[in-house]
């Protein structure tokens, strides 16, 4: 194997699970077995997928190998709103031990069940990406992810507890408490947000810290978007190991792919899940190394296990050999979105949202665009808001108070403070056909 | 007696206002008073100007944000202690005043003053049984 380019690994290349290592031809049979015993419980469980296999005429029995993922139906976010609440579980309602959620585009979560034995192979997926980023039963490490509906703080907790290693289940915010803990707890991997990892980074540069108070050896992080840029950034400055892992509640949360000790891109969990590349519009596979929406099918979840579910992510794949010894599928950084989903300071957030906070304010919603900056560390966002004739007044009161209004539905519908301008009708860009209402000028993009 | 007033919707940014006084310029609009009421972000410019209608349609058609409202204007002597005394006479009638804005009268050598009542009609009765002037748009537009 020609490994010449890549760069001799910072920790130990290790593996958590012996399954891991199966090579492709083997990893490929499994991965049919338990493809057609999905189609197969599916078909007698959940409604949607039994009217989908028998309008498509498909059974378990058509399942012969792994290129038969393709006669299968897509499952959409839209797919799992109109069945809401609970309409893709497999189980019944007492085999269910732990409900998530995502954030979706009606202010109503997304809700994922979890059996006992989904949490046992929740836990091993992360141990897999924390131990090849060289966390080990001796070490101490700190979640400082939001514990509750967020898969994030749950999922890297558990995933700790496997290893054996002290969790410090510190949750997100107050600042000022996780530092405390990091220190006084010599705390030596801690999972939180690119967006932390630089703000202690400031801390040191400005002096208010110490980096020889600090025991840290590495980080996890997630749940906003980052770049090799940053990661560059916060090894250098920090002098911590990085890890890049890749999740989300849907298909099971934090786990679905994780990094080896070389880096070469997200190992896919692939004995539990089956990854798809495709155009988003011709829904068609790309070829490895080209760019396209990530699609997944959860093939031992059994509490709600969804056959090939559009993430709108868009990332590349490659199957190339790795000198870790894994031969499974990586995926690159995500490198955007193929809706017009946002995530702002870790809470996705969707335009229409917006639209739905106008609403509520004013009968018909006004025209509006988003504009998404990160001055500094954290993620701010301006809505513009176009004036409509029956909103205005000659009283900077009324105006004031529409503004606040604005504000308050947005917050209430996003959780997120935006800052609201208001600007005169017909001052907005206004675009031919699906409208682009989001202007992001956070420099993500991976050099 | 009321006056019409118009009110338009500003963006806080370079030519703004100005494109607004080119547009009521171009129609032969003559400006009698105007009054800005600001934030960093937007502002509320309201004009008095002899031809509101006109004045309103050419900058509606030209794209502007824009409000007619009544607003209530009364003569007060241009010295000191002349609008305090307009003031008292609101306030014990108990009505709030949402702005106020004040120019001088050429011809009389007087100052008008421009309110925003809650109130308008209470305003102006109080201000009436006062004894005291409320400008009509004949008096207030009228050239000597």
Known sequence: MNSTNIAKPLVENAVWQPEELLERPALEILQTQRLRALVERLGKRVPFYRDAFARLGISADDIRSIDDIRRLPFTTKSDLRENYPLGFMAVPREDVVRFHGSSGTTGRPTFVGYTRADLDLWANLCARFLYAGGLRKWHTAQVSFGYGLFTGGFGLHQGIERIGASVVPASSGNTARQLILLQDLAVEYLICTPSYALHLIEGIHSGTLDRNSLSLKGMFLGSEPWTEDMRQRIENDLGVYVENNYGLSEVMGPGVSGECAYRTGMHVQEDHFIVECIDPETLEPVADGEEGELVFTSLSREAFPLIRYRTRDIASLTRKPCPCGRHTARMGRIAGRSDDMLIIRGVNVFPSQIEEALLRVKATAPHYMIEVDRPRTLDEVTVRVELQPAMFSDSMAELSRIRDQISASIHSVTGLNMKVELVPPNTLTRFEGKSKRVTDHRILQQG | ?144
């Open chain 2, 1 to 144: 007696m009321k006056i019409n007033q118009i009110a338009v919707f500003l963006q806080n940014k370079p030519g703004h206002l100005s494109g607004i006084c080119r547009t009521l310029c171009d129609q032969g609009i003559n400006i009698v008073t105007l009054s800005l009421a600001d934030t960093q972000q937007f502002g509320i410019l309201r004009l008095i100007v002899k031809d509101w209608e006109r004045a309103a349609r050419s900058l509606e058609a030209a794209g502007y944000l824009v409000q007619i409202r009544e607003v209530v204007a009364t003569e007060v002597d241009d010295r000191p202690g002349g609008m305090a005394e307009v003031l008292d006479i609101v306030s014990a009638a108990g009505v709030n005043i949402e702005y106020v804005y004040a120019f001088t009268f050429q011809k009389h050598n007087r100052a008008v003053l421009v309110f925003r009542f809650d109130n308008a009609d209470k305003a102006i009765e109080a201000i009436q049984a006062a004894g005291r002037n409320v400008l009509t748009p004949v008096d207030l537009f009228t050239e000597e």
